[in-house]
């Protein structure tokens, strides 16, 4: 069964950093690219970064690009997302999710999400 | 960055009723057009992956169609746990874009 299991949400201030790790179990993890979507609370979806199964590929929403990091750890079968100078509008639950094959391929699994509140 | 408008924006609806949600995309996807259900409080789940394509476990009501930029999710006799919001989202290319979800209420 693929698990996927977010964790390091917490509640900051502006300009503060933080990383978000995603444990992922169930599956060939270094086979997979993963993506991390996040949510405002009452709102819609916004992709934040991808990441290719080697690591080796990465991509960013314009919002996030120079300030967010994506990264895994292929041995430990864990993603990472690290957050720094950090916004209001960067409050959300982070979600991480599994590509379905491809390096750009659909989402099929979803963690159940971590709540990121950057307070000024 | 490619846009996704779905429409409508929220729908009310009755057990058994056949409903219709849309996507249309600023520019082509192919079939690189997916759907997901997302109930409160919980995550995401895939739905339909290029545009037709049922994940597995998805009950057969759910079908998706469409190419290039218009793209429909058909929900054919609804359930009671069919009431949720409804996102599609695009993987022809970076950055991915998710429409602005439907929500599906019991009328």
């Known amino acids: 069964e693929v698990q996927l299991l977010e964790s390091g949400g917490d509640l900051v201030q502006t300009g503060a950093s933080l990383r978000l790790s995603c444990a992922a179990s169930?599956?060939?993890?270094?086979?997979?690219?993963m993506s991390w979507v996040r949510q405002t609370p009452g709102k819609g979806l916004d992709w934040v970064s991808a990441?290719?199964?080697?690591?080796?590929?990465?991509y960013y929403a314009d919002s996030v690009r120079g300030r967010f990091t994506i990264s895994r750890d292929n041995s430990k079968n864990t993603l990472y997302l690290q957050m720094n100078s950090l916004r209001a509008e960067d409050t959300a639950v982070y979600y991480c999710?599994?590509?379905?094959?491809?390096?750009?391929?659909?989402?099929?699994?979803w963690g159940q999400g971590t709540l990121v509140t950057v307070s000024s | 960055d490619i846009q996704l408008t779905q429409s409508p924006s929220s729908v009310s609806a009755s057990v058994g009723d056949r409903v219709t949600i849309t996507c249309r995309a600023s520019?082509?996807?192919?079939?690189?057009l997916a759907w997901y259900q997302q109930k409160p409080g919980k995550a995401p789940k895939l739905l339909i992956y290029?545009?037709?394509s049922l994940q597995s476990g998805v009950p057969s009501r759910f079908s998706g169609s469409g190419s290039g930029t218009d793209f429909t999710l058909t929900i054919s006799s609804l359930q009671s746990e069919d009431f949720a919001t409804y996102y599609c989202?695009?993987?022809?290319?970076?950055?991915?874009?998710f429409g602005q979800g439907t929500k599906l209420e019991i009328k």
């Open positions: 989202q695009q993987a022809n290319s970076f950055p991915y874009t």
């Open positions: 169930g599956f060939t993890f270094s086979s997979y690219a």
């Open positions: 999710a599994k590509g379905r094959g491809g390096w750009r391929d659909h989402l099929d699994y």
């Open positions: 520019q082509s996807l192919s079939n690189w």
């Open positions: 990441i290719s199964g080697s690591g080796g590929s990465t």
């Open positions: 290029t545009a037709s």
